[in-house]
């Protein structure tokens, strides 16, 4: 399937799945809304890694790292 990937032999290995193909699969799937979906793909995941005082929120102190997106969700740019 398109975003799978296979070892060698043909057992499936994982997923290329991206974040944000993620988030939009999130947000189109589920009752799930935007915010909680946005949160479930960036500050989660860092609390449950012992990052978020690394990472994670757009304020002093803390790296700038992000995306921006339109409406449909689709990439526009991203910040670093």
Same mark, same amino acid.
């Given at each position: 399937?398109?975003?799978? $990937?296979?070892?060698?032999?043909?057992?499936? !290995?994982? !997923?290329?799945?991206?974040?944000?193909?993620?988030?939009?699969?999130? $947000?189109?799937?589920?009752?799930?809304?935007? =915010?909680?979906?946005?949160?479930?793909?960036?500050?989660? =995941?860092?609390?449950?890694?012992?990052? !978020?005082?690394?990472?994670?929120?757009?304020?002093?102190?803390? =790296?700038?790292?992000?995306?921006?997106?339109?409406?449909?969700?689709?990439? $526009?740019?991203? $910040?670093?």
């Amino acid at each position: 399937l398109d975003g799978d $990937v296979y070892k060698a032999n043909g057992t499936l !290995s994982g !997923s290329a799945l991206t974040m944000l193909q993620a988030l939009k699969n999130i $947000v189109t799937h589920t009752n799930i809304t935007l =915010p909680e979906a946005i949160a479930m793909c960036s500050t989660t =995941p860092l609390q449950l890694l012992h990052m !978020s005082d690394e990472y994670g929120y757009i304020k002093k102190g803390y =790296p700038a790292q992000f995306v921006i997106v339109n409406d449909n969700l689709d990439l $526009v740019k991203v $910040v670093v």
